[in-house]
């Protein structure tokens, strides 16, 4: 959590998984409106969950017209008790907010900026948005900074990662920053979000025209050249261990190209699903290890990750499960071994391995 101040509006960067999380937002926005005539609140980019829910209502009970867009709503009826949460939580939303909810998909708009028109939000108390460059360049675009690339450099820098750094020169200078941030370490709780923060400062600085703010990310440009070396090595040593599945294990590499190492996995004859086992992590913050499984964009529409887990699994680090989409997803080791390995090397077939994740 950090926040930002984006032509004169004020921004938290957030993802709502505990009651503390909503009361941060809720404090967040007090503050912020104690020092404007405006009640409207945006939320941009940021995931239906029961606390953002949470979190909307509180500032409904208060008076705040909040108004929410996203993209992360289900592209199919609801399978898992975690997707039939999401539709609950969705319908709450709208009963709440009535036209001011606005959820979508992300086949029908891959980046959150394409539901704002440029400024719609310059005299907002505040901005809820979620901590990646989707709702970075939500939330400037809401506030009034903008520039001609940017909604296409935003799905770009949501898309897969390997592909995030060929947007626009100023969009390729955020996705090098974001790929070599420290890796979140319970040792240092606050050292991801500050060296986020600055790097989105800095970006922000760099998109009015700031060049020590663009030398800076330059710099990290030479980070993510050494970073993508790395990858190369942890690709090379990369095994399959289950049909179609390949794991690299990066537990003592904290720094590495998370994209540039999934695109060398993905070479492997017959690969659809690449796993990366990590010690940093939100995940691995509370459980000691992660595991991040990625589908290869090919098979994105065939497999859901989702389908690994227990139908009743509830999401968040806590419970060692993170997954926004059904190509992604993040568990603990003890959810790796007891749940999803096991199925996983079930899929003995090639045909089967589609088949049984749909």
């Not at 930002?4 to 004020?10: D, F, K, R, T």
């Not at 240092?188 to 060296?195: Q, W």
Request: hydrophobic content about 40%.
């Amino acid at each position: 959590m950090f926040d930002l101040i984006i032509e004169n509006v004020p921004v938290i960067f957030i993802q709502a998984f505990t009651d503390d999380d909503a009361q941060a937002i809720l404090c967040f926005v007090r503050e912020a409106a104690s020092n404007s005539t405006s009640k409207v609140v945006l939320f941009i980019d940021t995931p239906v969950a029961p606390y953002t829910v949470r979190a909307v209502k509180m500032l409904k009970d208060e008076g705040y017209r909040v108004v929410f867009r996203d993209h992360h709503g289900l592209d199919a009826a609801p399978v898992s008790d975690n997707e039939k949460r999401v539709t609950r939580d969705v319908a709450t939303l709208h009963s709440l907010l009535g036209e001011d909810c606005l959820i979508t998909v992300r086949r029908l708009h891959p980046a959150c900026s394409t539901l704002i028109s440029v400024g719609e939000f310059a005299t907002a108390a505040a901005i809820v948005a979620d901590p990646d460059p989707d709702g970075l360049t939500g939330a400037a675009k809401a506030a009034g900074l903008y520039y001609p690339e940017l909604d296409n450099d935003a799905a770009i820098l949501d898309g897969e990662p390997y592909f995030q750094v060929t947007g626009s020169p100023i969009s390729q200078l955020l996705a090098k920053g974001v790929a070599v941030l420290p890796s979140y370490d319970s040792r240092k709780p606050r050292e991801r979000e500050d060296a986020k923060q600055r790097l989105f400062g800095n970006w922000i600085k760099a998109v009015r025209g700031d060049q020590t703010a663009h030398k800076e990310l330059e710099s990290n440009a030479v980070a993510f050249d050494q970073a993508r070396e790395i990858s190369t090595k942890l690709a090379a040593r990369a095994k399959i261990v289950a049909p179609g599945v390949v794991l690299a294990d990066a537990l003592d590499s904290p720094i590495f190209d998370p994209g540039s190492l999934m695109h060398q996995m993905e070479q492997t004859p017959g690969c659809r699903i690449t796993v990366v086992r990590k010690g940093l992590g939100p995940i691995a913050a509370l459980h000691g290890i992660q595991y991040s499984l990625s589908i290869k964009k090919e098979f994105q529409s065939d497999i859901d990750l989702r389908q690994l887990i227990p139908t009743d699994s509830q999401l968040g680090p806590i419970n060692g499960v993170i997954s926004n989409v059904s190509f992604l997803l993040h568990v603990s080791e003890e959810l790796w071994f007891r749940d999803v390995l096991p199925k996983l090397v079930a899929m003995n077939k090639p045909g089967d391995q589609l088949q049984d994740l749909k």
